[in-house]
């Protein structure tokens, strides 16, 4: 087959194979042209998408880094507003009527700053109580109340002493909680005030009336009075200017913390509504609230387990001049040694009246009056024998509640005096009273607030001067 090709073909043929390169290798290695894919434009949506990525990502961390500091922010301005309470009425407080606060070891402390949130404790050895009392951000027992009152529901105030505040009972087992269930059960929306202060003796009870009332706005002002409360003659309390109770409102927009260092700067006092350690109200000796700090020696008729405790702050030291004195102011003679409660009663029911509340008054016996299984424990507190036994059946004896029944009748003010109600409890549901302690036990309280609560209820539609 060669031989018969024509030779010019063979010599191209040959000259091709010369200048052949080989095989020739095929790579999927794209040329710079080629390198971009189809949607690799810059402008294109798929790579505006890719780039926006890591942006988005940014920013969820910055929103999730604002949001969590927030949340810390808010939650601590919650918790500080509720561990750091602002009183709107600071000049309100139970400090301002509470006797011997100038004096004692931890009241003396509050002066400037009230009782906040404190927690007294009171104690009875031998009659085997030990209570706590709670105290409200106006330094009273019982729950928090505002300024304002509600719209629509009756607001009653409760004044008196001890005996209100609920000596030797729990924070619920007092006169004014009793009756706000007594009120709920029967379906009356009420809001029972307890402003009761241990040791206030009557021109105290005026202070607090006087000053509450009108700051309050109650429709309702029961004022209760004690055995201990009457015969009274200073009656300079009358007489003289009451305290300007202003109200101070903080701004509410500030944050608390801020609020704070303010009252820091400023030397002004900061309140806490936990963490507080009780107060013994009854200091041991030496203290100069506790009368037993002179050294003066126990006397003959006083027990010496309790002329012990009434040392130690276990006991109430002044019930040894109670021992003393009740006696004489159970007996004590009106028409002819004066100390009416009248003047201070005409007033309450004027400042009642000018704030268009209504003024009711109570009355709680001493225990002695009541029973005579109290007269053992009268005597060992250094009472006379023989008083102490007559102290129940001797009509004399019963010579504040007649007078206080002639003063509330002239004046037309209802009087709800317990003495009936608890010489019936006694009979049929057992003791009333702490015997040492000599204030009512929490049965006692809930038997005083059953009757003011009748009184108070047959009262409401009684027309004026009815009998």
């Given amino acids: 087959m060669l031989a018969d090709a024509d030779p010019r073909m063979i010599e191209v043929s040959q000259e091709t194979r010369t200048h052949d390169p080989g095989p020739v290798m095929i790579t999927d290695t794209p040329s710079e042209a080629d390198s971009q894919p189809p949607d690799s434009d810059p402008s294109s949506p798929a790579v505006e998408a890719e780039a926006a990525r890591p942006r988005s990502g940014r920013r969820r961390r910055w929103l999730f880094r604002v949001l969590t500091l927030l949340l810390l922010l808010i939650g601590q301005e919650v918790l500080f507003r ?47 109580f030990v209570t706590i009392h709670s105290l409200n951000l106006r330094g009273f027992r019982g729950p928090d109340f505002a300024i304002e009152p509600a719209p629509g529901r009756r607001r009653i105030l409760v004044i008196g002493d001890s005996v209100i505040e609920g000596e030797g009972a729990g924070n619920t087992e007092t006169i004014p909680a009793a009756w706000s269930r007594i009120l709920a059960r029967e379906g009356t929306d009420a809001e029972v005030i307890n402003l009761g202060v241990i040791a206030a003796s009557l ?14 706005r109650p429709t309702d ?19 003289s200017p009451p305290r300007r109770i202003g109200l101070e409102r903080p701004d509410s927009r500030s944050p608390r913390l801020a609020v704070l260092l303010d009252r820091v700067i400023h030397d002004r006092p900061i309140h806490r509504r936990w963490f507080h350690p009780p107060i013994d109200f009854f200091a041991p000796v030496p203290d100069s609230t506790n009368p037993w700090s002179d050294g003066r020696p126990r006397p003959p008729g006083l027990r010496e387990d309790l002329y012990d405790d009434m040392r130690a702050g276990r006991l109430n030291p002044w019930l040894i001049f109670q021992s003393a004195e009740m006696p004489g102011l159970l007996s004590h003679d009106f028409a002819a040694k004066g100390g009416s409660p009248r ?13 268009g509340a209504r003024l009711m008054v109570a009355y709680t016996p001493f225990l002695g009056v009541v029973h005579p299984r109290y007269a053992p424990a009268l005597v060992a507190l250094g009472m006379d024998p023989a008083t102490a036994e007559a102290l129940p059946v001797d009509p004399k004896y019963r010579s504040q509640p007649r007078h206080l029944a002639e003063v509330c009748r002239a004046l037309d003010i209802p009087l709800a005096d317990a003495t009936a109600a608890l010489e019936a409890a006694e009979a049929s549901e057992g003791p009333q009273y702490w015997p040492y302690d000599t204030h009512p036990n929490p049965a006692g309280y809930a038997t005083i ?6 009184v108070w209820k047959d009262s409401i539609n009684q027309p004026p001067g009815s009998p």
């Fill in 82 to 128: 509720a561990i750091f309470p602002i009183p709107d009425a600071p000049r309100f407080n139970r400090i301002h009527y509470q006797q011997m606060a100038q004096t004692h070891p931890s009241l003396g402390k509050a002066l400037d700053r009230g009782l906040v949130y404190d927690r007294l404790r009171i104690a009875s050895r031998p009659d085997g």
């Fill in 221 to 239: 002002v029961v004022v209760a009075l004690y055995a201990n409360d009457m015969p009274s003659t200073d009656v300079r309390g009358l007489e």
């Fill in 449 to 454: 607030a059953r009757h003011i609560h009748q």
């Fill in 343 to 355: 003047p201070f009663l005409e007033a309450m029911r004027a400042a009642c009246r000018s704030s």
């Fill in 203 to 216: 021109p105290h009870l005026w202070s607090i009336l006087r000053e509450g009332v009108p700051l309050l």
